[in-house]
C-alpha cells in the first residue's frame, strides 16, 4: 500500500499502543507516526527503539494535523483525555480506541463532545502479552489475532473503512459488533476469568494454610491463575468501566456455582457428569463451530491431499470403524430412552460427534466417547431441554434430517445449523412432510438449511407416501410420530435401510413393519439397554472393492453388519463376478453381523438392478472404481440422489475417471463406464470423502501416481482410513508438503 496518510497519533505509549504505532511506522502507511505520552521516559525510548517518529507531551501538539487518532490509554483516564481533546482543533481526523468496554467509552465521548462524534470508530483488540510498556512494542502483535470493532450509530463509514484498513494491514482480523453485545461478551470471556483468577488466589492466600496449598499446587492450578499476575490497576479500571455487564454475568455464574455445590452436596452424580462432560466437549465443540471445520483434529484443514502410488494387493484382516447410521441413532435414541444405555463401537467420526453434541447441548449427560464407547443417561421422550443456541451440526446430513423430526414434536424452538457443505444441501424432502403433519419449520433459500423449527406444535400422524426411496426421509417422520397424535406410517418405493426401525424395536418400542410400509404410534417409551455397533459396511465397501481388483488379494473384514437394507455392495459385486463369503453370521443387538472374506476377481461390467440401488447408494463411488477396472460396460440407472450427496458423485467420479484414462458419461440418473487401463493423475475430491476414499482404492489398478486433492472431509466417515488401508496393502498416505 502506498503512502496515502500524512500523521498518526497514538496517544498512550504502552504495549497495545506502540504495538500499533510500530506495526503501522513500520508498514509505511503514514509519513509520520507521532506518540503522545506523559511519561518523558516512554516519550524518549519510543523514539529510541522506532516505535515513533517523534513524541509529544500534550494533546494538542501531537495531535495537530493528524490524519488518525489511536487513543490507547487505560479505560477510566479515557475520560479526562476526551474531555481534552474535545478542545482540539482536530480537523477531519478519525479518532478510534482500543479500551475493552465500549459503552464506557461511547458515554465519555457523548459527554465530552456533546454528541458522539462522526469520525469516532471504537475498536478492541483481542491481544496482549504478559510483558508492558513501550518497551514491549511488537509490530506483529495483532498478527492472526481478532480486532472488534464497535461502531455508534452515527459513527460514518468513510471513518470505519480506514480504521478497519490499519488493523488488516498489521495482519488482524476484523470484525462488527454492536457496543452493548461487545460489553457481554468480553464480560463473559474476558473479564470474568480475570476476576475468578484474582479472587481464587486472594481466598487461597488468606487462609492459614496458604503456604502448602501454593507449595503442591498442580500446573492445572498455575495455567489458570497465571491471569491473576495481570496489571491490578489496569483491571480496576476495567471492572469499574464494565460494571453493569460484568455483574450480570457474574450472577449467572453465582447460580451455576450453587448448582454444582448443591450437586456436590446431595450427591448428585448424574448432575456431575453433565457439568463435566458438557465442559470437556464444550470448548473442542465451540471452536469447530467458530471455525466450521471438522471435529477430528488430525484432518481439519482444506489442503489435505493424498498420494496414492499403483499397485499392492490387500491381505491379512481388519476390522473398520463402526456402523455411522447406528452410531447416529444409538445417540438419539438412547437420549430419549428412560435409563443409562451403554454403547459400544461408536464411529467417533464428525457426523456421528455432531449428534452427540447436539443432545448434550438439549441437557442430555453422556459419557465419552472413549475407545468406542459412550454411556448415555437418557432423559425419556420429553426430557430434553432447549439448547443455548443454534444445534450445529458439521457436514451431517443425517443428524439434521433425522432431528429435524424428532425436533418438531418438542416444546421449543431450535435452529438448525451446518459447515459449507451441509448448507446447500436440499432439505425440503423432510420439510414438507413434516409441515403436512402440523410441524413449523422455516428453511433457508431453496429449502436448503438453516432449519428453523417452532415449537410447541400440535403434531397429526399421516400416512405418507415416499416420492424417493430415502432412509433419512422415513427415519425422520418415525421419529416425528413418537409425538403425534394417533398413527404415522411410511411407505417407500424400494427398500432402504431399516436401523430406526430395528433400534426402535430393540429399545422396547413397537413399530409396525408391514412389506414397505412402517407404522409407529405415539404414547410409547423407550426403555434403556446394551448396544454393540457392528463395522461399518459402508466403510467395509473400500477394501471390498479394493481386494476385489488387486491381483493375488485375499482379506478377511471383521464384525461387519449385514442388514439386508445395506449389503447391495455386496450383491452387486457379486453380480461383476466378485468372490465374497460370508462367515460366521451372527445377530449383535437385533442387528445381523458377519466377517466378509473377499478374494481378487476377474471383475465384468453388468447393468446394475435398479432394485439394488436404494441398498448400495453410499457406495456407489468405489463400485464406479470397480466398473472401471471390469470387462465391459457397467451402466446404473435410478440414482438421482448421488446427485445431492456432499457432492454431485455421478459428475465427480466421472470426471475423475476421465483423468485418470477411463471413458465415463454421466446421464441424469446414474452413469455409464467402460472398463479399461487406469493411468494416473490429479483427482479434485471437491471435499467429498467416499470420492477421496474411492480414488485411494483406485491406484491398486493405476500405472501412475494419483494425487487426490481436498481430502480433510474423510475424517467425517472414516477416522484412520490412512492406518488401515496402509495396514491392508494400499499404498496411500498423506501428501509430503516438502
Known amino acids: 500500500m502506498s503512502v496515502q496518510l500524512k500523521r498518526l497519533t497514538v496517544v498512550g505509549l504502552g504495549l497495545i499502543g506502540g504495538s500499533f504505532a510500530k506495526g503501522l511506522r513500520e508498514a509505511g502507511l503514514f509519513a509520520e507516526v507521532v506518540g503522545v505520552d506523559k511519561d518523558p521516559r516512554s516519550r524518549a525510548r519510543a523514539v529510541e527503539l522506532g516505535v515513533t517518529d517523534r513524541c509529544e507531551e500534550t494533546l494538542a501538539a501531537g495531535c495537530a494535523g493528524a490524519d488518525v487518532i489511536m487513543l490507547a490509554v487505560p479505560i477510566l483516564a479515557m475520560e479526562k483525555v476526551l474531555a481534552e481533546l474535545a478542545t482540539v482543533e482536530l480537523g477531519q481526523a478519525v479518532i478510534t480506541d482500543v479500551g475493552s468496554a465500549k459503552g464506557n467509552v461511547v458515554r465519555a465521548a457523548e459527554q465530552a463532545f456533546g454528541e458522539f462524534p462522526a469520525a469516532f470508530v471504537p475498536g478492541h483488540p483481542i491481544a496482549g502479552s504478559e510483558q508492558s510498556g513501550v518497551e514491549a512494542a511488537n509490530a506483529s502483535l495483532f498478527q492472526r489475532h481478532k480486532v472488534i470493532l464497535t461502531p455508534h450509530e452515527r459513527t460514518e463509514q468513510q471513518a470505519l473503512r480506514l480504521v478497519r484498513k490499519l488493523w488488516v494491514a498489521l495482519g488482524a482480523q476484523v470484525e462488527f459488533m454492536d457496543i452493548g453485545h461487545h460489553d457481554e461478551v468480553l464480560a463473559a470471556t474476558s473479564h470474568l476469568p480475570h476476576l475468578l483468577a484474582f479472587g481464587l488466589v486472594d481466598s487461597l492466600a488468606k487462609q492459614s494454610e496458604n503456604l502448602e496449598i501454593f507449595r503442591y499446587a498442580a500446573g492445572g492450578f498455575r495455567d489458570f491463575t497465571r491471569i491473576a499476575g495481570s496489571d491490578p490497576v489496569m483491571w480496576h479500571d476495567i ?66 491431499s493424498y498420494l496414492a502410488k499403483p499397485g499392492g494387493r490387500l491381505s491379512g484382516r481388519v476390522r473398520v470403524p463402526g456402523d455411522k447410521s447406528i452410531s447416529h441413532r444409538s445417540i438419539m435414541l438412547g437420549s430419549l430412552a428412560e435409563g443409562t444405555t451403554e454403547v459400544e463401537g461408536f464411529l467417533e467420526g ?90 413449523l419449520i422455516e428453511t433457508g433459500s431453496e429449502g436448503r438449511p438453516p432449519l428453523t423449527i417452532r415449537g410447541g406444535q400440535r403434531l397429526s400422524g399421516m400416512h405418507y407416501d415416499m416420492p424417493m426411496a430415502s432412509a433419512q426421509v422415513k427415519s425422520c417422520l418415525l421419529l416425528a410420530g413418537l409425538y403425534a397424535a394417533g398413527e404415522t406410517s411410511v411407505s417407500e418405493p424400494a427398500p432402504t435401510r431399516d436401523h430406526t426401525e430395528r433400534m426402535l424395536q430393540g429399545f422396547g418400542y413397537a413399530v409396525d413393519v408391514q412389506g414397505n410400509k412402517a407404522a409407529v404410534k405415539s404414547g410409547g417409551k423407550l426403555s434403556a439397554g446394551k448396544i454393540e455397533v457392528p463395522a461399518d459396511i459402508s466403510s467395509a465397501a473400500f477394501f471390498l472393492v479394493a481386494a ?11 464384525h461387519v453388519g449385514i442388514n439386508p437394507t445395506r449389503t447391495g455392495v455386496i450383491d452387486i459385486l457379486r453380480l461383476m463376478g466378485g468372490d465374497i463369503q460370508v462367515e460366521n453370521q451372527r445377530v449383535v443387538g437385533g442387528e445381523p453381523v458377519a466377517d466378509l472374506r473377499v478374494r481378487a476377481a476377474k471383475l465384468k461390467g453388468i447393468e446394475i438392478p435398479e432394485d439394488l440401488v436404494p441398498l448400495a447408494i453410499d457406495e456407489f463411488p468405489v463400485l464406479f472404481v470397480a466398473a472401471a477396472c471390469a470387462e465391459g460396460t457397467t451402466i446404473l440407472r435410478g440414482a438421482e440422489e448421488l446427485r445431492v450427496k456432499e457432492s454431485d458423485r455421478i459428475q465427480v467420479m466421472a470426471d475423475g475417471l476421465k483423468v485418470l484414462g477411463i471413458k465415463a458419461e454421466p446421464t441424469p440418473d446414474g452413469i455409464v463406464i467402460e472398463g479399461g487401463q487406469m493411468l494416473g493423475g490429479e483427482i479434485d475430491s471437491h471435499g467429498d470423502h467416499r470420492i477421496a476414499m474411492a480414488f485411494s482404492v483406485a491406484s491398486l489398478r493405476a500405472q501412475e501416481d494419483i494425487v487426490i486433492r481436498d481430502c480433510a472431509n474423510v475424517a467425517t466417515s472414516f477416522p484412520n482410513f490412512l492406518g488401515i488401508a496402509q495396514k491392508a496393502g494400499i499404498q496411500v498416505a498423506m501428501e509430503s508438503k516438502a
Open 239 to 304: 471492572f469499574r468501566a464494565n460494571r453493569e455487564a460484568v455483574l450480570r454475568i457474574l450472577d449467572i455464574y453465582r447460580a451455576d456455582l450453587d448448582s454444582l455445590r448443591a450437586a456436590i452436596d446431595t450427591g448428585d452424580g448424574v448432575s456431575l457428569l453433565g457439568i463435566f462432560t458438557r465442559a470437556q466437549a464444550a470448548r473442542e465443540h465451540f471452536t469447530k463451530m467458530l471455525a466450521r471445520r471438522a471435529y477430528m483434529d488430525t484432518m481439519h484443514s482444506q489442503d489435505v
Open 350 to 439: 464428525e457426523d456421528a460427534l455432531a449428534t452427540l453434541q447436539a443432545f448434550r447441548d438439549m441437557g442430555v449427560v453422556i459419557e465419552g466417547p472413549h475407545n468406542g464407547r459412550v454411556v448415555v443417561h437418557g432423559v425419556g421422550l420429553h426430557g430434553l431441554k432447549q439448547p443455548p443456541g443454534p444445534l450445529y451440526l458439521g457436514n451431517s446430513g443425517t443428524s439434521m434430517r433425522l432431528l429435524s423430526g424428532l425436533l418438531a414434536g418438542q416444546s421449543f424452538d431450535t435452529v438448525l445449523t451446518g459447515d459449507e457443505s451441509l448448507s446447500k444441501r436440499p432439505m425440503g424432502r423432510v420439510a414438507k412432510p413434516l409441515r403436512e403433519m402440523g410441524a
Open 548 to 558: 476385489s481388483i488387486a491381483e493375488g488379494s485375499e482379506l478377511l473384514l471383521e
